[in-house]
Structures are given as C-alpha cells and as structure tokens.
C-alpha cells in the first residue's frame, strides 16, 4: 500500500506564493514518478505539474512559469513551488504517485486565492 500525505495549501492573496508538500509512505520506489493535480468546483481534475525519478518535469499550460515542482527522493517527498497565484488557480491540490498500473492519491489540501 501507498500512502500520501499533502499539506501546505491555504488562503493567499493574488500575486503571492504557497508551497505544496506530499510525503510518501508505504511500497514505493525512487523512480516512481510523483506529481500534482488539481480540481476546482464544477471542472474536471487537470494536470499541474508531474516529476520522474530522475527528475524530469512536465507542467500543465496554465501553470507553466510560475510554478516549479521538485522531489527529494531520500525522503520520499515531492514539493510543489507556487508563485504569482492567481484566481484562477484556487482548487483542490492532490498529490499523485504512479506505480506500473497503478495510480495512488492524497486526500487533496484546498488552495484558494483571493483577488
């Protein structure tokens, strides 16, 4: 079993920034690819970001440029680096772990932007 444990969501004014943690626990290995998604009222879950073991990085559209992913894989933890936040990017965050035909998810930590 997996396990992911979110956290640093929050309230943050427009133009601000948050950090987004996800530690991972359970049978999991370093080239596990991890990343994050999101999904606001109404709307469908969408990629924000993910990271491959060796650390190559893919960012959703809307994302691109302001925000950074990066993963440290002694401690089994991927981060989520949020700058210039937007209205638009208020939603639930939920971390993400791949293992050969398997997906695992956090419970999701709730970022909201206020303009």
């Known amino acids: 079993q997996v396990q992911l444990l979110e956290s640093g969501g929050g309230l943050v004014q427009a133009g601000g920034s948050l950090t987004l943690s996800c530690a991972a626990s359970?049978?999991?290995?370093?080239?596990?690819?991890m990343g994050w998604y999101r999904q606001a009222p109404g709307k469908q879950r969408e990629l924000v970001a993910t990271i491959t073991g060796a650390g190559r990085t893919n960012y959703g559209d809307s994302v691109k440029g302001r925000f950074t992913i990066s993963r440290a894989n002694a401690k089994n933890t991927v981060f989520l680096q949020m700058n210039s936040l937007k209205p638009e990017d208020t939603a639930v965050y939920y971390c993400?772990?791949?293992?050969?035909?398997?997906?695992?998810w956090g419970q999701g930590t709730q970022v909201t932007v206020s303009s």
């Open positions: 359970g049978r999991i290995f370093s080239i596990n690819p």
């Open positions: 993400n772990l791949q293992r050969p035909g398997l997906d695992y």
